[in-house]
């Protein structure tokens, strides 16, 4: 929760980082792999993108190979959660697991790979995002965390933190609002703004509830591009510092 | 944790499950008992397994591929589930009509298992499942259910014969040692769900005697 670099970073749900947080997948145990998971967490259209590509870029010129994980792009599901919200047909449970499927083929063919390869996987969101959406919908809070049981628990976990106001701004200036970004499902009412606004209100109230029980580390989003992607390459850099293993190729003069 | 699999519903209706390997007979059982239902003026429902129009895109589409882990077959499944629970259980459940369910959870908890998925996750999972009133799973030997397959010339298909786990390249050894697995987790399931078991080797007339016997058993205790 905090952004002190003090912190104890085997605090994650009480997981150890680098491995499964429940019942993994017992045909695929998990070694001692050198690569790292770094989760972004936030709301769409707090700047998560951005921010990643920036980091990217810092962590490839200092020699770490990268891979990034996004949700819902799995090849096998993607198609299918487009078709299914385009339909409008799917229960909140339907789309719970249509999104923990794409999860676990993501989880299986990028992201374990790429630990054992020595990568650095950084996702754009992670479980929490499904945790959170779920939540706010009304799924058994127990039940969706055994689902994720299997997911393996990042190493650092940034939450890009922004009130409903301030977001709902920035997202008038950019794309405007979406259906589902605004919790159109949950017919609340027609007007999108103020769906948009009390859906965004309860999506920060499940992360706050997470933020200690997963150990995020929490960024102010209203802030400037440069000055949150500071932040974060000096939390990250900080990590990787006292993380030889990740270590592939290291450019002293850089 | 909500666990509905584990409590007896509410609901008006019946729901009646079939389990069984590949082969078993257990279609063709739960057809015969349909008709009788029906004739007796009972209002039926049939649901399959994995068989919402949604999510069958997305399986056909990895089982083409070949590109399903143990853990999306999971959840793929678990999807189908949930969509038609929503939609072809619960309503007909709720307006006293019988639902007849060609597998169910218990479908998942052996074949997920036999594929190295966690048992416990997997029961978890399907902890929102309504609990049969009901589920009858027909025992059968390896051997005989890969005889009446083969006579009735049914191509194995890919997932079905374990193939996917890369145990034998031979599709009929493949489904040997895939099956046995399921045979296993059944034996550990029929105790922990209360499943009735009916001998599957005995001639069908005889199995559908039985069956109907079980089924109105739960009738008159509750008529609908």
């Excluded at chain 1, 054992?116 to 969706?144: C, E, H, N, P």
């Excluded at chain 1, 932040?231 to 510092?241: C, K, M």
């Excluded at chain 2, 908890?109 to 009133?133: E, H, I, K, M, T």
Aim: charged share 25%; aromatic share 10%; hydrophobic share 40%.
């Amino acid at each position: 929760m905090s952004d002190s670099p003090a912190q104890d970073l085997g605090a994650h749900g009480g997981v150890t980082p680098g491995q499964y947080y429940g019942h993994g997948l017992p045909y695929a145990p998990i070694g001692d792999y050198p690569g790292r998971i770094i989760a972004i967490e936030g709301t769409d259209g707090v700047g998560r993108s951005t921010q990643i590509r920036l980091l990217r870029e810092w962590l490839e010129v200092r020699g770490y190979g990268v891979i990034e994980t996004g949700w819902t792009r799995s090849p096998l599901m993607a198609p299918t959660i487009e078709l299914a919200k385009s339909s409008n047909t799917l229960n909140k449970l339907t789309f719970v697991l249509l999104y923990a499927c794409d999860f676990a083929d993501r989880l299986e063919k990028e992201i374990i790979p790429a630990l054992k390869a020595g990568f650095i996987v950084l996702a754009d969101r992670y479980i929490y995002t499904a945790i959170a959406r779920a939540g706010v919908r009304g799924v058994d809070s127990q039940w969706i965390r055994q689902l994720y049981g299997f997911a393996i628990a990042p190493h650092l976990i940034f939450y890009l933190k922004i009130d409903a106001d301030a977001l709902a701004r920035r997202v008038l200036q950019t794309g405007g609002m979406s259906y589902w970004e605004s919790g159109m499902d949950l017919k609340s009412g027609d007007d999108i703004y103020d769906s948009f606004r009390a859906y965004q209100r309860q999506l920060v109230k499940e992360y706050a509830a997470m933020s200690d029980e997963f150990g995020f580390r929490v960024l102010e989003g209203r802030k400037s591009i440069n000055s949150i992607q500071e932040e974060l390459r000096r939390q990250v850099g900080e990590f990787l510092e006292g993380s030889e293993a990740a270590t592939v190729v290291r450019t002293e003069s850089i | 944790m909500l666990d509905t699999l584990a409590t007896p519903h509410t609901l008006p209706g019946r729901l009646f499950v079939v389990e069984g390997i590949d082969g078993s007979g257990k279609t063709t059982q739960l057809s015969l008992l349909s008709k009788w239902l029906t004739a007796n003026g009972h209002r039926v429902f049939v649901t399959e397994w994995n068989s919402s129009a949604l999510v069958k895109a997305a399986t056909k589409a990895g089982k083409k591929k070949n590109a399903l882990t143990p853990m999306t077959f999971s959840l793929l499944h678990a999807t189908d589930f949930a969509d038609r629970q929503l939609y072809k259980i619960i309503p007909p459940l709720k307006a006293g009509m019988i639902v007849l369910a060609d597998r169910y959870a218990y479908t998942a908890f052996a074949r997920d298992v036999a594929r190295g998925v966690d048992r416990q996750w997997v029961r978890d999972l399907y902890s929102f499942a309504v609990r049969p009133n009901l589920a009858v799973y027909f025992r059968v030997p390896i051997e005989t259910s890969l005889d009446r397959l083969l006579a009735r010339r049914i191509k194995m298909k890919f997932y079905e014969a374990g193939m996917d786990m890369g145990w034998s390249a031979n599709t009929t050894e493949s489904f040997k040692i895939f099956q046995s697995k399921v045979l296993d987790e059944y034996d550990r399931i029929v105790p922990e769900y209360g499943l009735e078991v009916v001998d599957a080797r005995r001639s069908i007339t005889e199995q559908q005697r039985q069956f109907r016997e079980m089924v109105t058993a739960h009738l008159e205790s509750n008529p609908t």
